[in-house]
């Protein structure tokens, strides 16, 4: 018998989210089939791993008021025609399920915030509906960072035994360690929006001005056209990629230049690619990368990523130490199996199913 996931998105598209539940959902197995939900219609993630055995659950909600009565009736319509054994729904573009939902063991997903959604700038009317609809007493929630488990308990009053910190994992096996030899070549893998702040990033680059080096970026967004016109000389846009792993292989050091994240999982994936990280300290940022790499997470300032830029790459011996150590981190606490164990286990507490060992093999 296996056990039927409901997973609701605000879109479909790929973004961290979707590459979390894409990576988790293959590693689970047999024991456990997914059907997902975008409230926006766009299913363009599921393309991305084109033998997964996913179902895909028609619909499209309408935008506007928090709370809509058609979209309510919708989704009652498809819990009760689905019938699931647990809800799982992923950040604020799809809280009208927790109203929606009667009775269905139901996870809730915050995976970080929007420029609106810092924790230093939360949208006032977003933080007030959070206090309220997280009352519920059948939600349970996850947390991939401890910044944002905080913010649960602090901003949005949630008792703490109701909320479940797991940080996001990978497949470590499938970054490669390349010997990285040659010019410079510093990179990032973001979605091209405007709290990436891949601006920041261009204009850090410029300013270091280190002889011969590039600048790689891998993603798309809203943002593409006016950072092409930003950019200089040397800056490459690569656009999204479905696997970004040999993108990485390609960077000799990893630059975040973000205004808000929280457990970003293009970080775990440069740092199991046996990179060094040039990053803005925001959310755990600094927690996850070795202890000889905390040095170079700075203030979200241009002139501070790149004074951080420059000390990196003019030190390749410590370079090559941070990377070594970083690769080993990323397998020792944020591999696939400790990620898929934890969710199996927690899902399998959540719909009052046995516990078993899970293995996943990588």
Request: charged fraction near 25%; include cysteine; charge should be negative.
């Amino acid at each position: 018998m296996t056990t039927h996931l409901l997973w609701a998105f605000s879109t479909f598209a790929l973004g961290g989210p979707q590459r979390r539940f894409l990576t988790l959902a293959g590693a689970l197995g047999d024991e456990y089939r997914h059907s997902v939900f975008a409230m926006d219609g766009c299913y363009d993630a599921a393309d991305a791993v084109p033998d997964l055995d996913l179902r895909i659950v028609e619909g499209k909600a309408e935008k506007g008021a928090l709370v809509s009565r058609a979209n309510l009736a919708m989704m009652r319509e498809i819990l009760e025609r689905e019938r699931p054994d647990l809800l799982l729904t992923s950040n604020w573009g799809a809280v009208e399920w927790i109203v929606a939902n009667r009775g269905v063991p139901h996870l809730h997903f915050e995976d970080g915030f929007g420029p609106d959604e810092r924790p230093d700038a939360q949208n006032p009317k977003r933080l007030w509906a959070r206090r309220v609809l997280f009352r519920k007493r059948s939600l349970r929630f996850v947390a991939p960072s401890q910044v944002l488990a905080d913010t649960f308990r602090d901003a949005w009053k949630t008792k703490p035994e109701r909320v479940n910190l797991i940080p996001n994992g990978v497949d470590c096996a499938r970054f490669a360690l390349p010997e990285r030899s040659g010019a410079p070549v510093i990179g990032t893998v973001a979605a091209l929006r405007a709290e990436k702040r891949i601006d920041r990033l261009i204009d850090a680059f410029d300013k270091a001005a280190i002889p011969g080096a590039g600048l790689l970026i891998v993603g798309d967004g809203p943002e593409r056209a006016a950072l092409e016109a930003r950019a200089g000389e040397g800056v490459a846009f690569a656009g999204a990629q479905d696997d970004v792993a040999p993108f990485l292989a390609r960077m000799t050091h990893f630059a975040m230049s973000s205004d808000t994240e929280q457990m970003p999982i293009s970080l775990v994936e440069a740092m199991a690619s046996g990179l060094p990280v040039v990053a803005t300290d925001v959310g755990d940022t600094r927690a996850m990368v070795c202890e000889a790499n905390r040095p170079f997470i700075v203030a979200p300032e241009t002139d501070a990523l790149a004074e951080a830029m420059r000390r990196l790459v003019a030190e390749p011996e410590l370079a090559g130490e941070i990377a070594a150590s970083n690769a080993v981190k990323a397998r020792v606490q944020y591999g696939l199996d400790t990620m898929a164990g934890r969710y199996d286990s927690l899902f399998r507490a959540l719909t009052g199913q046995s516990e078993r060992v899970h293995q996943t093999g990588t």
